[in-house]
């Protein structure tokens, strides 16, 4: 028996490292932090993720400035600051409908705003129209920002075909078809 | 040609191109780039029509232009230190450690304007003899405006600065002059143990703490009231006066200042003294040079004072948010909700010698007259979300002496009291931000000066009036001035006003019959302006 339970545990092992990949490769074109996430796969849902994320403002400024987040994901927004903000965005990815304004906190206290629908939530202030952030919100648990040369990786993506997508501030998005098998490379070239 | 119409009709020329640029052309200093470059943020954060401060921006120009909390972590560029701060502790042994902007802090502005006037405006013209070539004012006119240079901030230890200066006005580089030049020392209250913003002082030049600034006026034209002077009844119809007082409020101050409180909420006050100049003349002799050869500012050995006393009520329902510099709104933090009741009080003591003889009717001297003056004011301030209505009242007194002479007298030998010389008036204005970047504008100026009348009828062209009115048709001068601003960005403004000026009227000189009707020279004006 104890060597059954042995085997058992040992195909079971195998089996996870053999069908869970990852993802690596470039964001060029561009310069700076883009985010790379994988695009949803119809029929498949993820749990909300329990973890809070948080988005500082200091020093008239979001901290940081780009959030990627999965689905569902509930952030936090700090005022810092010892002046009034605001946070609000005008739409997620265009869509105006899901456009939504936070109001005005003072410092040191948080909002909080669960992420249902993906897509690029550009953060606003009305009292500094300079001000400027982004939450990325990923329909997959799939996802990373660049570091600022542009290279990225994704961890435990399950082997499949995704559809995969690049991000950069001012830049078109870019989708790539992606086969994940193990280690897989996706580059990907932005262009304004 | 009859001499003596010839130089009416060319002071009256005169009288009618400095109505129209001094109602055209705004007064200078604006917003300030160099505050916007040191933050990282835009001019909105502190204008919502620049220069037109918001509650934030009010609050920031309280501190002694700094964030009203936590400065140092809103810098972009750290300050340039003069010493460490540890220095402090040996003072005063070492020279007290301040700090300089890292970034020099220079903003500039240009403004440029295009003007119609209606079809009237040659009128005066019909005084000339004929045959006479008058003068000519154009239908319409494209006219450069200031060019102007501003620098402001704060040496750390509470100590701030501004001074701006228009380089170049109308296109001649002759006619700049300093704005406001001055050391302001923030919060010398906490020194005193006294509540913490309640006692400031600045000295230098200022425009002094009008209930709103025409310096810094975010509209095309100045409010009539605070340029205003007053000259009385001098082309000898009645009452005849002594009063030649050319100070209007407008007029920048040198001197010092204390002041103290808030402007975004609760009280606040200034009292000034400063020099008094009533001529306009500067003396510069040569035998007691003033200090680097500068001309002496007073033509008196009088300081004037002023004082203004403000409360501002922020009316928010909610406590907390009716203290903080800006109200809480559900979509943003926005101006408050407030009621502000004003008032001020200027006193002066104007000085004119005069040849004269002494009571024996023959030996020379020189005679003095000393008109005490005061200008008293007050002044409301309503605020709703994006709609802003306010206005000033002002009464003018100048005490009066008329000089006399005793009989059988070579000169004059005295003053007695006579009618005093007054005027009054205000304004009434209201701004609604339609959208963040257009404000619609609706003003009502009105001057009440019967001497200003009086004194173009038969007309003395060897003492012309320095009023910049020509011939008003009545004692009471209204103008209402409709205008709309739109920010093309949050530095580039385009304005549009149109002045329903004063009404008019063109007298015969000789006869001082009226050659006309009352009319006016409404005029449009359009200007462009940017700071950068
Ligand atoms: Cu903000």
Known sequence: MKKIALVTIFMTALATVAFAGTIHGKVSGVSGESVVYVEGVAGKTFPAPTQHITVDQKGLMF?????????????????????AHNVFWPSISGNKKLGHNLGTWPQGQRKSFKFDDPGIVPLLCNVHPEMSGYVIV??????????????????????GAYTVTAWHEGAKNKSNPVKVAGDTTADFTLSK | MNGKSFSFVFAAVLAILCALVVLSLPPSADAIPAFSRRYGTSCTTCHSDFPKLNDF????????????KDDESFLKTPPVLLGAPAQAELWPHTVYPGSIPGLL???????????????????????????????????????????????????????????????????????????????????????????????????????????????????????DIFSQANIGVQNGLAPAQNVNNGLALEDAANGVEFSGGHAYQGYHYSVAVFDQNTTGVFSNPPNVAPQNAIAYSSDSNFK???GRFVYRFNLEKDPASRNEVQAAGTTGPRDHTYLALGTFYF??????????VLSDGVTPTVLTAREPFYRIGGDVNFNYRTFNVFGVYVAAHDHNLLPVTASGAAGITGFTPSAAATFSGGFAEADYLALPWAMTIMRWDQVKSTADRVNFIEYDPSAPPPSSFFSPYSATRNRFTPGEQFLIHANIKASIEYQIRPQQIVYNPATGLPLTGPFRTNALIVGLEFVY
């Open chain 1, 63 to 83: 901290v940081p400035h780009i959030t990627a987040v999965a689905q569902g994901t509930t952030v936090e927004f700090l005022n810092s600051d010892s002046v």
């Open chain 2, 105 to 223: 802090p220079i903003g500039l502005r240009y403004n440029t304007y295009f003007q119609q006037v209606s079809a009237n405006r040659n009128n005066f013209n019909l005084a000339l003899p004929a045959g006479t070539v008058g003068n000519f004012i154009p239908k319409s006119d494209f006219e450069p405006g200031y060019f102007s240079i501003f620098t402001a901030g704060n040496f750390g230890t509470g100590i701030s600065w501004w001074v701006d200066d228009d380089i170049s006005v109308a296109g001649a580089n002759v006619n700049g002059a300093l704005g406001d030049g001055y050391l302001k020392f923030n919060d010398l209250s906490r020194f005193l143990k006294l509540p913490k913003d309640s006692l400031n002082l600045r000295a230098g030049q200022f425009e002094l703490d009008l209930p709103f600034s025409q310096a810094r006026t975010w509209n095309l034209s100045g409010w």
């Open chain 2, 304 to 306: 004037d004072l002023y």
């Open chain 2, 57 to 68: 921006g009010k609050a920031f120009k309280d501190a002694g232009f700094k964030f009203p």
């Open chain 2, 347 to 356: 006193y002066g003591r104007t000085v004119q010698p005069f040849s004269g």
């Open chain 1, 138 to 159: 990923s329909p997959t648990p799939y996802f990373a920002v660049t570091d600022k040369s542009g290279d990225f990786k994704i961890d435990n993506v399950p082997d």
